[in-house]
C-alpha cells in the first residue's frame, strides 16, 4: 500500500555516488516534509535525513536529501561497503487524515 | 538511554486477537505522538497507525488495512503502548515497531525504534 515510489535498487562502485528518487504526490510529498530510512538487514530503521535535507547527529555529510515539488531524492556521496542496506523515503499523507506512508524501498548495493 | 522494547508477539491463527506492547524509558513518553510499523518478511516498512498524546486529544489513526480490526491505546503511566489486533488476517503477519519522534530537533520523523516483535497469522 505505498505510495511513495522507489526504484528497487540502485549500485555504484566504492567512492562513487548513488541517487535514490522518491516519487509522491500532493498530499504527501508535495505539501510535507520528507524523511529517510536506512535498513541493515535483521535490524530497525533508522533515520538519515528529516525535513527534506537535515541530518542527524552521527550521519555523515555523505548523506543528503532534497525535494522538488512531489520528488525527493537522497544522495550517498562517498559511496562505502557499510552504506549497503535497503533505504525507505516517509512523508506524512494529509489527503483525507493524518496517514504516514513509506516509499517502496530501495537496495543500494555496492559493486 | 532511550529505548523502545515491543513484546507480545507470536503465533495466532486466522480470526484470533493478539495485545503488542511497547515499553518505553529515557524520554518523556507521555509527550509523544507514538505509531506502529510493520515489515512483512521480505517486504518493505508499512505505517499502521498512530495516537497522539493526551494533550493533543488522544486520538488516533490507523492505515486503510488495519482500520477497525487493529486499536492502539497508550498507558502513560506505565510508559508503554498497546496494539490490539483483531479478527487477524494472514497478511498481518510481520516484524511489529513501534517508533516515534523525541528529539526537539526532529520534526516529521521516527527518530527512536524497538527492535520488533514478531507475529504470524497462521493455521
Known amino acids: 500500500q505505498s505510495v511513495l515510489t522507489q526504484p528497487p535498487s540502485v549500485s555504484a562502485a566504492p567512492g562513487q555516488k548513488v541517487t535514490i528518487s522518491c516519487s509522491g504526490s500532493?498530499?504527501?510529498?508535495?505539501?510535507?516534509?520528507v524523511s529517510w530510512y536506512q535498513q541493515f538487514p535483521g535490524t530497525a530503521p533508522k533515520f538519515v535525513i528529516y525535513e527534506n535535507n537535515k541530518r542527524p547527529s552521527g550521519i555523515p555529510d555523505r548523506f543528503s536529501g532534497s525535494k522538488s515539488g512531489t520528488s525527493a531524492t537522497l544522495d550517498i556521496t562517498g559511496l562505502q561497503t557499510g552504506d549497503e542496506a535497503d533505504y525507505y523515503c516517509?512523508?506524512?499523507?494529509?489527503?483525507?487524515?493524518?496517514?504516514?506512508?513509506f516509499g517502496t524501498g530501495t537496495k543500494v548495493t555496492v559493486l | 538511554e532511550v529505548q523502545l522494547v515491543e513484546s507480545g508477539g507470536g503465533l495466532v491463527e486466522p480470526g484470533g486477537s493478539l495485545r503488542l506492547s511497547c515499553a518505553a524509558s529515557g524520554f518523556t513518553f507521555s509527550n509523544a505522538w507514538m505509531s506502529w510499523v510493520r515489515q512483512a518478511p521480505g517486504k518493505g516498512l508499512e505505517w499502521v497507525g498512530r495516537i497522539k498524546r493526551k494533550t493533543a486529544g488522544g486520538t488516533t489513526d490507523y492505515a486503510a488495512p488495519v482500520k477497525g480490526r487493529f486499536t492502539i491505546s497508550r498507558d502513560d503511566a506505565k510508559k508503554t503502548l498497546y496494539l490490539q489486533m483483531n479478527s487477524l488476517k494472514t497478511e498481518d503477519t510481520a516484524l511489529y515497531y513501534c517508533?516515534?519522534?523525541?528529539?526537539?530537533?526532529?520534526?516529521?520523523?521516527?527518530?527512536?525504534w524497538g527492535q520488533g516483535t514478531m507475529v504470524t497469522v497462521s493455521s
Open positions: 500532493s498530499s504527501n510529498i508535495g505539501n510535507n516534509y
Open positions: 516517509g512523508a506524512w499523507d494529509t489527503s483525507l487524515s493524518d496517514l504516514y506512508v
Open positions: 517508533t516515534t519522534r523525541h528529539l526537539p530537533t526532529v520534526t516529521h520523523a521516527f527518530d527512536i
